[in-house]
Every structure is written in structure tokens, then in C-alpha cells.
T-cell receptor
Framework: GDSVTQMQGQVTLSEDDFLFINCTYS??????LFWYVQYPGEGPQLLLK?????NKGISRGFEATYDKGTTSFHLQKASVQESDSAVYYC???????????FGIGTRVLVRP | GALVYQYPRRTICKSGTSMRMECQAV??????VAWYRQSPQKTFELIAL?????????EQNFTQEKFPISHPNLSFSSMTVLNAYLEDRGLYLC?????????????FGSGTRLLVI
């Protein structure tokens, strides 16, 4: 079925390091793809989304490209800050656009 | 802006008892409400999707008999975990959106964390 595969575990970085989180999706059609961020004690917040294949989403220095060829939607940030420490979830919509399927989540820890 | 509040934030219940949690949408009309569960070491699992004036649709492995949901108006929803056991522990998230707004996304609350003892 439709799914999202995301690198799990924890990524530990220092401030100003480059962040890359892997995400791929499996599907027979082209869903809307999302990245959500969850800070401690809070619910997930939408970070960025892309509805059209081969487009790029950009928000708060983060970016992700909807790559139809590799069925990927990797998240990147050129220079992380301590405040970026959180859990990041890749997600996709269903065909009706009313349900989200989340990846396993990747915890990012940025040391000052 | 659009906000979703959930309460209680955290609760403990004895095994075999029931727990009701609430979800309040502020700043928009919640025509659709999705309830998710995040069990320890797992991602968010959709329990059910509720749309005002439509039947509530439960996902596989979740039933109305176990997780009855109420969605009486465009700002409120509640869900009860009946006969809670250890495997029901986790973070229960409510996400709401106005599906009439063509490109609206879900806004999530901070969740209700359920501990079962």
C-alpha cells in the first residue's frame, strides 16, 4: 500500500552543520508530500509541503524537492541552529487529500 | 490563526477503565477531525476520520466500540478510550481542518498523553 519510508533514529549535529534527512514514498500516483516538525511537548507542525511533482518546498531555511524519478522527498537545511532540535516527520496524503500517513520520524539534536 | 487545543495534556488511568479526551478548534471551522495515536517508539497511526454530517470512518484495527468519537459541531470533538489497557498508552493527537477551504492543511493539537497503570 501507500507508505512513507524515513531514516529513523537520531541525527546529532553542531550548529551551522548541514542537515539531510532521507524520505522516500511508494505509490502508484502522485500524492501531496509534507514535512512536519514536532518540538518537545507539542503536536506536529507543518514545516513545508509540495503538491506537484518536481517542485521544491522551502520554509525557514529548510527545503525539500518532490523527486518523481527517485520517489524521494529528502529534507535539507544548509546551516542548522540549536533551535532546530526536534523530531521531523515525512508524510504523504491519500488520494482524497483527507488523510495523512506519517513516516517513523527522525530526531535531530543540534549541539551549540 | 488556526489553533487546536487538546485536554487533558496528560492523564493516568487504571487498566480496564475509560478515558475521555477533548479537542477544540479555535480560529477556524473544523469540518474534518482526524484522531491519531502515537504509541511508544512508533509513528502516528490514524484511528478515525470524522467529518461533520457524515459517518465517522475508522481505520483497520480501530473500532467505534473501543474508541467512540463525537463531533457535534464545527469547533469541538471528543474521543473516549474504553477499557484502556497497557497497549493503549501513548500520545493521542487531534488534527482538524476546514475541508471547504481548497488547500487547507491539518492543524494539530499538542496531544493527550495517556498512561495506563
Amino acid at each position: 500500500g501507500d507508505s512513507v519510508t524515513q531514516m529513523q533514529g537520531q541525527v546529532t549535529l553542531s550548529e551551522d552543520d548541514f542537515l539531510f534527512i532521507n524520505c522516500t514514498y511508494s505509490t502508484t500516483w502522485y500524492p501531496t508530500l509534507f514535512w512536519y516538525v514536532q518540538y518537545p511537548g507539542e503536536g506536529p507542525q507543518l514545516l513545508l509541503k509540495v503538491t506537484t511533482a518536481n517542485n521544491k518546498g522551502i520554509s525557514r531555511g529548510f527545503e525539500a524537492t518532490y523527486d518523481k524519478g527517485t520517489t524521494s522527498f529528502h529534507l535539507q537545511k544548509a546551516s542548522v541552529q540549536e533551535s532546530d532540535s526536534a523530531v521531523y516527520y515525512c508524510a504523504r496524503s491519500n488520494s482524497a487529500g483527507n488523510k495523512l500517513t506519517f513516516g517513523i520520524g527522525t530526531r535531530v539534536l543540534v549541539r551549540p | 490563526g488556526a489553533l487546536v487545543y487538546q485536554y487533558p495534556r496528560r492523564t493516568i488511568c487504571k487498566s480496564g477503565t475509560s478515558m475521555r479526551m477533548e479537542c477544540q478548534a479555535v480560529g477556524f471551522q473544523a469540518t474534518s477531525v482526524a484522531w491519531y495515536r502515537q504509541s511508544p517508539q512508533k509513528t502516528f497511526e490514524l484511528i478515525a476520520l470524522s467529518t461533520v454530517n457524515s459517518a465517522i470512518k475508522y481505520e483497520q484495527n480501530f473500532t467505534q466500540e473501543k474508541f467512540p468519537i463525537s463531533h457535534p459541531n464545527l469547533s469541538f470533538s471528543s474521543m473516549t478510550v474504553l477499557n484502556a489497557y497497557l497497549e493503549d498508552r501513548g500520545l493521542y493527537l487531534c488534527g482538524a481542518r476546514d475541508q471547504r477551504q481548497g488547500n487547507s492543511d491539518y492543524t494539530f493539537g499538542s496531544g493527550t498523553r495517556l498512561l495506563v497503570i
